[in-house]
């Protein structure tokens, strides 16, 4: 039983433009989000979280959605930047569970 | 500041061995999570400890064991080894157990191969 899905494996962005990355949950107990980027050969590094009480979270070029009705988050990158490709992963955890479930990850390619 | 650091980084073993994979987190931190990552899926929660206790343990089997020690490093044990058990293990820290408001940081992970 998948709680976290990202349904995208791949996904192709040029260079400047919008990167939007999806996921989806099933698991109404999630109360933090969390998007992480993972480059080959190393761990994952931690992106931007967002609580369940909130809507929107935003860093620098990251911001994240978040809307509870449709249990769906997603990450929007502005602009995308050649360092930016990687694979990114959805996380969430439950209430009084610190756990990590994750999703399988979008590889995010960014074209010159 | 160092970060999270695993060792060994590549492991090969056979069918019905035995390893031990270690951590040391970033100073300061006090808990240590370790995860199972097979290729091409998301990492899998196995155990967490703070202040050398466990307090989460995801679905694996008791062939998988960890500990934590007085300064917060960390060993991952599995017995009898099994093909299945090929993947990347990742361990990460976070200052206390916690999530969204706490993100746990990585180390680049140990992978182990079975033949």
């Known amino acids: 039983d998948q709680q976290v899905k990202q349904n995208s494996p791949s996904l192709s962005v040029q260079e400047g433009r919008i990167s939007i990355l999806n996921c989806d949950y099933t698991?109404?107990?999630?109360?933090?989000f969390l998007w992480y980027k993972k480059y080959p050969a190393e761990g994952p590094t931690f992106l931007i979280s967002?609580?369940?009480i909130k809507d929107k979270n935003e860093d620098g070029r990251f911001t994240v959605f978040l809307n509870k009705s449709a249990k769906h988050l997603s990450l929007h990158i502005v602009p995308s930047q050649p360092g930016d490709s990687a694979v990114y992963f959805c996380?969430?955890?439950?209430?009084?569970?610190?756990?990590?479930?994750w999703g399988a990850g979008t590889k995010l390619i960014i074209k010159p | 500041d160092a970060g999270v650091t695993q060792s060994p980084t590549h492991l090969i073993k056979t069918r019905g061995q035995h390893v031990t994979l270690r951590c040391s987190p970033i100073?300061?931190?006090?808990?240590v999570s370790w995860y199972q990552q097979v290729l091409g899926q998301g990492p899998q929660f196995i155990f967490q400890?703070?202040?050398?206790?466990?307090?989460g343990r995801g679905n694996f089997p008791d062939r998988f064991s960890a500990r934590q020690f007085p300064n917060y490093s960390s060993e991952l044990n599995v017995n009898a080894l099994l093909l299945g058990d090929s993947a990347l293990y990742l361990c990460?820290?976070?200052?206390?157990?916690?999530?969204?408001?706490?993100?746990?940081?990585f180390g680049d992970g140990t992978r182990l191969s079975i033949l």
């Open positions: 990460a820290s976070s200052p206390r157990p916690g999530t969204g408001n706490q993100p746990q940081h």
């Open positions: 100073s300061g931190h006090k808990s």
């Open positions: 400890y703070y202040e050398k206790e466990e307090r």
């Open positions: 698991n109404s107990m999630f109360d933090y």
């Open positions: 967002i609580s369940s």
């Open positions: 996380a969430a955890s439950a209430v009084g569970n610190y756990q990590l479930i």
